[in-house]
């Protein structure tokens, strides 16, 4: 079974430019996942899709941060503008239902200078 | 916010010895889970245990959960250079998505 797939793994940006992160799921899982992770914290969720629709996106800078969930499978989490705070890992994750076990891609390391 | 809280939040031991990290928490929830994260393999899933379960083995490793006392241990066995990584529990509240602790870093050196 193939994993989570994400892109691109590496981003470097100025502040205030916008940036787009893409995910892949797990074939057949419902529900998808956005973590912010800042270094040396646990992954923070930002927004949990099941299906195509918004479960949970209370940590979500609406201001600045999108994500959508096309025809329930991909999903792309964009940041416009950036900020030097917005620098961190960015995982995407997957699950065959809500509160199960978590598959996760590898990542994009973002850094805003 | 951050529901779990590993201890300690670093950990160095010899190839062989056993590791013990602990995990606490605030509310009520339907799972636990631990993950590990190393830089090659990214953040995986290790094991989960439910509230209704104490004890829950895999391989080398043993997860404990007293909801008691909103705590859960887990026990890694005859370490390894391999198990090197940082270990994060994280809860399942009862209608809430996974919330993640800030991690043990565990150091197994031969």
């Known amino acids: 079974e193939a994993g989570v797939a994400q892109s691109p793994r590496y981003k470097i940006i100025e502040k205030r430019q916008s940036v787009a992160f893409w995910c892949n799921p797990i074939?057949?899982?419902?529900?998808l996942y956005w973590y912010q992770q800042i270094l040396g914290q646990g992954p923070k969720l930002l927004i949990q899709?099941?299906?195509?629709?918004?479960?949970?996106d209370s940590q979500l800078p609406k201001d600045r941060f999108s994500a959508e969930r096309l025809k329930g499978v991909d999903s792309t989490l964009k940041i416009q503008p950036a900020k030097l705070e917005d620098s961190a890992v960015y995982l995407c994750?997957?699950?065959?239902?809500?509160?199960?076990?978590?598959?996760f891609g590898p990542g994009t390391r973002l850094t805003v200078t | 916010s951050q529901q779990g809280e590993e201890d300690p939040q670093a950990l160095s031991i010899q190839e062989g010895e056993n590791a013990t990290m602990n995990c606490s928490y605030k509310t009520s929830i339907n799972n636990l889970q631990w993950y590990r994260q190393n830089s090659g393999r990214g953040l995986v899933h290790l094991i989960l245990i439910r509230s209704n379960e104490r004890e829950k083995h895999s391989g080398r490793l043993r997860v404990t959960l007293d909801t008691s006392k909103k705590s859960s241990s887990l026990l890694i066995t005859a370490s390894r250079a391999a198990d090197t990584a940082s270990y994060f529990c994280?809860?399942?509240?009862?209608?809430?998505?996974?919330?993640f602790g800030k991690g043990t870093t565990l150091s197994v050196s031969s």
């Open positions: 899709f099941q299906n195509n629709g918004v479960v949970d």
């Open positions: 074939s057949g899982h419902a529900t």
């Open positions: 994750a997957s699950s065959r239902s809500t509160g199960g076990e978590q598959y």
């Open positions: 994280a809860t399942d509240a009862k209608g809430t998505a996974l919330i």
